[in-house]
C-alpha cells in the first residue's frame, strides 16, 4: 500500500513542472470552492492504511489566495478512526497547481485520548474542464505524532 501512495507522489511531480500559465480569465472576487476528496493514506506509526474522505471549503479573496478549512474521515478495515480538522492557507500557484498549508488538530475518538496537533500540506493538480469545476491527483501529508501520507482524487465546484 506504502507503494501507491509514493506511485502517486512520484506521478504527480512531473505534471507540475509541465503546468503552464496561460491568458488569465477575468476572476470574480470572493468565490467559494467546495471540493470532496477520496484519498489512500499510509502512517507509519500504524503500519496499516488508512481510508479517508477529505472536504475542503475555500474563500478565495482573489485567483491566487484563499483560506478555509478542511475536515477529514478516517477509515481502517471499515472502522471509523480519528477524523481531524485543519485550517489551511491555499495558494494558487498556477492554472493547474494548488497548494494548501495549515494547522491541523487531530479529534481523539476515544474518552480519555488526547488530541494533537500538527501540521497539514497538500498539493493538488486541477484539469478544469468548466470554470466552476476541477478535478486531479492530490498529494500530501500530516506531520504530526502520528505522521501520514497520502495521494488521493479530488473534485472542486465553485460558487
Known sequence: MRKIVLFLIMLSLPLTGFSQQEKKEEFEKG?????????????????????????????????EWGGGLSYTHKFINSAEVNDDLALIGSWNANR??????????????????NG???IYNEAEINFRPKKWFSFGPVVGSVLSKRTELYGGLHLAFEF
Open 31 to 63: 468565490i467559494w470552492e467546495f471540493s470532496p476528496s477520496i484519498i489512500y493514506s499510509y502512517a507509519p506509526s500504524l503500519s496499516e492504511g488508512l481510508l479517508k474522505t477529505e472536504f475542503h471549503v475555500t474563500y478565495w479573496v482573489n485567483e
Open 96 to 113: 493547474f497547481l494548488t497548494l494548501h498549508l495549515g494547522l491541523n488538530y487531530t479529534i481523539p475518538k476515544k474518552e480519555g485520548e
Open 116 to 118: 494533537f496537533f500538527g
